[in-house]
């Protein structure tokens, strides 16, 4: 059994949805179980409708653009009892979901409850076109809404799924579907509470509802199917000789996702880990290309480094004072106040003189943490223990990751020596104890020229790596 993954631009249209059906009917004989997300921009469409909506006003003209797009798709790919059926089940969503946006209109509140709703009906639209075409060009498909078997908690647009009751419903409902030859079409990114709301795991989380759904049922393999060849040596729209990645570790691409690659959500690995799952990233649009295999297994790079990761909108928060010597429940604070604001952390560096305390987040975050950050301290700020905390904007982060870092001397030198060559500042420096990244803050206008100086450095753009 392989469950396959299929993102947004790979069910953007009724060509795609095409092309995706003729990859299940490929690999029909390995038992597929397949994860749909929304067609493309959809997502960004639902939440847009449900702010409009908040706003007192019917988004009536989105909303009509919403049905046209699915409808359209229907018609073009099904035919006879398939399409009726199809049609019939969308367009009540459809009604659900205008239904809905006349509450919030009323009520002129969006809570996050509601964003996740309204965010659902993307994916619960295209599993059950997906499954009707599946059903048209002859196979016995039949598609899944995630709420009935992903069970999670009530943290609203990034919920926690309970492993142990989905992996249970997920078993119940799927394997014996399979047994029987019938292939699911499960939508991706969704979930529900105990009490029945509906949750959304995270932005792009349909990689991760794979990762789940091959957790639960042990599938052989879980294929992610994108719209690029693989795992990069880096972002090819800034380095143009970026190379695929034939072979990265669980830990690699955790670090790759974490650090601003875009080819896995953060926590897919997480449920292919505890069964020792491979992951497989492959091109729907290029479907002969191996793609990259993510596994125990790697090859390790001869100069150590494996892949060069960047994130920008970004900023640096700075807690600066010599009376931070010798306190040591400062960091203790500074975290308990981000974990109040869920403001996630990408990066802390503190000075070995405890003079100062670095913290790495995401701009949208940057504010609201800052003036936590001055209530929590606002005593020793007055007493002169803290000489200031402050912002600095317009930040990026530049990670190398790769296994073969470990041990290897030299990394260091290597990685800043170019930099420092053509006078590109570092701003902070953090490595971890695994010694699988090295990962620094530059000023976003530098991310660019950072990126391909270090992809460089380690000549990860002359062959093919694996």
Same mark, same amino acid.
């Given at each position: ?198 949750? *959304? ?14 957790? !639960? ?17 880096? @972002? ?5 000789? !970026? ?59 001869? $100069? ?7 994130? @920008?909108?970004?900023? $640096? ?76 904007? @317009?930040?990026?982060?530049? !990670? ?14 290597? *990685? ?30 530098? $991310?660019?020229? *950072?990126?391909? $100086? ?13």
């Amino acid at each position: 059994m392989i469950v396959m993954k299929f993102g947004g631009t790979s069910v953007g249209s009724a060509e795609a949805m095409r092309r995706v059906a003729h990859i299940v009917e490929t690999y029909r004989s390995r038992k597929p179980v397949v994860v749909v997300s929304a067609m493309t921009k959809v997502t960004d469409t639902l939440r847009a409708i449900a702010r409009e909506a908040s706003e007192g006003r019917m988004p009536t003209q989105a909303l009509e653009e919403l049905h046209r797009r699915h409808e359209e798709t229907i018609t073009t790919l099904l035919s006879g009892k398939d399409k009726e059926q199809t049609l019939a089940v969308c367009l009540a969503m459809l009604d659900e979901l205008e239904d809905i946006c006349r509450g919030i209109s009323l009520l002129r509140e969006l809570s996050l409850r509601s964003v996740d709703l309204v965010s659902s009906f993307g994916e619960r639209l295209s599993a059950p076109i997906v499954a009707g075409l599946l059903n048209t060009i002859g196979m016995n498909a039949f598609s899944v809404d995630a709420r009935q078997v992903v069970r999670t908690d009530d943290r609203h647009t990034e919920a926690e799924v309970d492993f142990p009751i989905t992996d249970l419903l997920l078993c119940e409902t799927i394997l014996p579907a399979v047994a029987e030859d019938r292939i699911p079409v499960v939508t991706g990114f969704i979930g529900a509470t105990e009490q029945g709301a509906t949750t *959304t795991l995270g932005r792009g989380a349909s990689d991760y509802t794979a990762s789940i759904v091959g957790g !639960a049922l042990q599938a052989d393999e879980i294929w992610i199917w994108t719209d690029v060849d693989g795992a990069m040596t880096a @972002d090819p729209r800034i380095v143009e000789d !970026a190379q695929v990645l034939e072979k990265i570790t669980y830990h690699e691409a955790a670090e790759m996702s974490y650090f601003g690659a875009k080819v896995l959500h953060p926590k897919t690995m997480v449920p292919a880990v505890r069964r020792r799952i491979p992951i497989r990233i492959k091109n729907t649009f290029n479907p002969s290309s191996a793609g990259t295999l993510i596994s125990d297994e790697t090859t390790v790079m001869p $100069l150590g480094a494996k892949t060069i990761t960047s994130i @920008d909108r970004l900023c $640096l928060i700075m807690i600066e004072g010599s009376g931070l010597v010798g306190l040591p429940d400062t960091p203790a604070r500074v975290f308990k106040t981000t974990a109040g604001l869920k403001a996630t952390v990408l990066m802390i560096t503190q000075a070995s003189s405890e003079h100062d305390i670095c913290l790495l987040l995401g701009e949208k975050d940057g504010l609201t943490v800052l003036h936590a950050l001055r209530t929590e301290f606002a005593r020793e700020l007055e007493s002169g223990i803290l000489e200031a905390v402050s912002m600095q904007p @317009d930040i990026a982060v530049v !990670a190398v990751v790769g296994q073969g870092m470990k041990g290897t001397p030299g990394m260091a030198a290597r *990685t800043f020596g170019i930099l420092g060559k053509h006078q590109i500042n570092i701003i902070a420096i953090a490595q971890g104890s695994s010694e699988l990244n090295i990962s620094f803050a530059v000023s976003r206008d530098d $991310l660019q020229d *950072t990126v391909r $100086l270090v992809h460089q450095a380690f000549e990860l753009g002359k062959k093919k790596h694996s």
